[in-house]
């Protein structure tokens, strides 16, 4: 029983390793899943940014200022004139205006698809949010268990360890009683080894006649016994009625 509790004991103990290592590698896991997310986010995000900014900027570059209907305004140097930072070479981007709407519906379509793929995302997110939560309380219940389990094996050990100490010591008695009269009977040999021979074998001979007065006078009282019994039968039968005629001629016929 001792061995089976220690087993026990030793696969709890490792259940509850194995419980503690595994929601570590999973809180890892979902940790490096929520930033590599975020990650690709941040990095789609600036992609767009960028794309976002040389669009504005040929914008700004294509944009024709109306001009009045009364009288024509004059431009000037500083109408044309375009700042630092949006001077580019608009020819190696695109060369006529159906370039730009493509690129504009390339724009809204990643926009779409990013947006997209954010919200699947999140969803994987609280989904994995979720199966945490759920091995977090499945993990608790099976702690919980295994402790109560724990708990019962160490009452089971507590009892086991009563019981053990009571038979060891009902056998510790029994020895100590054993071992006393081993050492009564050891000293009552010595005592009988002090004495003188003589008066040993006069010892030995007078309990040899008290035991042989003794059988005697057992068998003198079974003898007593024996013979009040018979007396008492033979009084019986005397003191019987006697038996009538034909029964008496019948056993004269049987006797003849």
Not at 176 to 204: D, K, M, N, T
């Amino acid at each position: 029983m001792q061995k089976w509790i220690g087993t026990e004991r030793r696969t709890l103990e490792e259940e509850k390793k194995k419980l503690k290592c595994n929601e570590s590698k999973f809180k890892e896991n979902l940790k490096e899943s929520e930033r590599k997310t975020i990650e690709s986010v941040i990095k789609q995000a600036d992609v767009l940014g960028t794309v976002l900014k040389a669009v504005i900027k040929f914008q700004r570059r294509l944009q024709v200022k109306p001009q009045n209907k009364g009288q024509p305004k004059k431009t000037t140097d500083q109408d044309h004139q375009i700042p630092a930072d949006e001077q580019f070479d608009l020819t190696k981007y695109f060369k006529n205006p159906s370039e730009l709407i493509d690129l504009l519906k390339d724009l809204e379509t990643s926009n779409l698809t990013l947006i997209q793929n954010c919200q699947d995302a999140e969803e994987i997110i609280e989904s994995l949010r979720k199966t945490e939560e759920t091995l977090k309380e499945e993990s608790e219940t099976e702690v919980a268990t295994l402790t109560e389990k724990v708990k019962h094996l160490r009452e089971i050990i507590l009892n086991g360890d009563d019981e053990y100490i009571e038979e060891f010591n009902q056998k510790v008695t029994a020895v100590a009683q054993f071992a006393q009269i081993q050492a009564h009977f050891a000293a009552l040999r010595s005592s009988v080894s002090s004495y003188p021979p003589g008066r040993v074998a006069a010892l030995l001979i007078s309990v040899r006649n008290a035991r042989r007065n003794e059988f005697r006078r057992r068998q003198k009282e079974e003898q007593q016994k024996k013979q009040e019994e018979r007396n008492r039968r033979i009084l019986e039968r005397a003191q019987a009625p006697p038996p009538s005629a034909a029964v008496s001629s019948t056993n004269i016929l049987l006797i003849c």
